[in-house]
């Protein structure tokens, strides 16, 4: 049996710089990850969008992400980013009449994508120029080197056997609409895996999907769904992936809760389909971006793989919840 856990993890750095306020949250900020990392020791950390509150930073935006880089390898575990729709959001200048005047953000998504992946631990891919936004990639997960002679092996593997593949879509914002398009749902189906135990998916705006009644689903529902403004079908296309567990999303900090798919109207889940797709919120966790009161932390993903080596098969199961900054877990979700 091998058990790997992922960190899902917003922090909005960078806001209100000018004055004392905004660099207290970002130290408030780290200190969060600094709770919350050593106590779940992921495998791998997720950054869930909107790195950086673009919108209130001009000139130096790359200096954040070369921040957080630096904290974050302080643990030496991997971490990979997609992209949210504040990290290269117009800067906004606010006039004493309320107006607000916006510029066009100085930092692309390439320049940041560029001092993300200058990180040693950095797992963060470019996507293909052909698909729309910035951060469309899969990364995969190998069985132990224990497991390389296991016998549902279907092809060589230079870097050992694929257990399991992760999906990481661009949901623009910021210099792009929020939105996914239909080239993101054609190169999905390119790159999938239907060979691989188990596979997951994270982007950063949610569909409408995620709008749930409140007795469907286990944790916090403080805000209403703020969907992607156009959607020719993501959860559906994972749907009938098959052995997707889950899509994670982040953008409604009041959210943190996990629901089966449950939307009417779309179609039944293949009869060989060997899981069934569950759509999370992670937990927002940084001091920056809006907050109603509610306690800052992470939420966690941890994914069993069995092997049954009379059948020559493989099994995966898994879990989730959120940890607090007080050490606290809270909204366990696990799929029935």
């Known amino acids: 049996m091998n058990a790997n856990k992922r960190?899902?993890?917003?922090?909005?750095?960078?806001?209100?710089?000018?004055?004392?306020?905004?660099?207290?949250?970002?130290r408030k900020t780290f200190e969060v990850l600094d709770c919350v990392i050593p106590e779940e020791k992921p495998d791998l950390i997720v950054l869930s969008g909107d790195q950086l509150t673009a919108n209130d930073?001009?000139?130096?935006?790359?200096?954040?992400?070369?921040?957080?880089?630096?904290?974050?390898?302080?643990?030496?575990?991997?971490?990979?980013?997609?992209?949210?729709n504040?990290?290269?959001?117009?800067?906004?200048i606010r006039l004493p009449n309320g107006?607000?005047?916006?510029?066009?953000?100085?930092?692309?998504?390439?320049?940041?994508?560029?001092?993300?992946?200058?990180?040693?631990?950095?797992?963060?891919?470019?996507?293909?120029?052909?698909?729309?936004?910035?951060?469309?990639y899969a990364l995969d997960v190998h069985y132990p080197s224990a497991w390389e002679n296991h016998a549902e092996r279907t092809r060589?593997?230079?870097?050992?056997?694929?257990?399991?593949?992760?999906?990481?879509?661009?949901?623009?914002?910021?210099?792009?609409?929020q939105q996914l398009q239909q080239n993101q749902i054609?190169?999905?189906?390119?790159?999938?895996?239907?060979?691989?135990?188990?596979?997951?998916?994270?982007?950063?705006?949610?569909?409408y999907d995620f709008a749930y009644d409140g007795s469907l689903c286990h944790g916090m529902q403080k805000d209403p769904v703020d969907s992607v403004s156009k959607d020719p079908g993501i959860v559906h296309t994972l749907q009938q992936a098959g052995n997707v567990m889950w899509l994670g999303v982040g953008h409604n900090h009041g959210n943190d809760y996990c629901c089966r798919v449950n939307r009417t109207g779309l179609e039944p889940m293949p009869s060989s389909s060997r899981q069934m797709l569950a759509l999370c919120f992670g937990r927002h966790s940084g001091y920056g971006g809006y907050n109603r009161g509610?306690?800052?932390?992470?939420?966690?993903?941890?994914?069993?793989?069995?092997?049954?080596?009379?059948?020559?098969?493989?099994?995966?199961?898994?879990?989730?919840?959120?940890?607090?900054?007080?050490?606290?877990?809270?909204?366990?979700?696990?799929?029935v």
Request: contains cysteine; proline residues 6%; hydrophobic residues 40%.
């Open 57 to 84: 930073v001009r000139l130096n935006a790359t200096s954040y992400y070369s921040l957080l880089g630096q904290h974050l390898s302080r643990f030496g575990i991997p971490w990979c980013l997609i992209f949210g």
């Open 294 to 335: 509610w306690d800052r932390g992470a939420r966690i993903y941890q994914v069993f793989l069995r092997r049954n080596v009379t059948q020559q098969s493989v099994t995966t199961e898994w879990n989730s919840w959120a940890r607090l900054e007080s050490g606290e877990i809270i909204d366990r979700y696990a799929p």
């Open 7 to 26: 960190e899902l993890i917003a922090v909005h750095l960078g806001e209100a710089s000018w004055t004392d306020w905004g660099p207290e949250q970002d």
């Open 86 to 92: 504040h990290d290269d959001q117009a800067f906004e």
């Open 156 to 177: 060589p593997e230079p870097n050992g056997l694929v257990a399991m593949q992760l999906i990481f879509l661009d949901s623009g914002g910021g210099s792009l609409p």
């Open 99 to 136: 107006t607000i005047i916006k510029e066009p953000a100085e930092t692309s998504r390439a320049e940041l994508l560029a001092v993300d992946q200058g990180f040693p631990l950095s797992l963060t891919q470019a996507g293909p120029k052909t698909v729309f936004g910035s951060s469309n």
């Open 186 to 207: 054609d190169w999905f189906r390119r790159i999938y895996r239907n060979d691989t135990a188990a596979a997951a998916a994270f982007q950063h705006i949610p569909t």
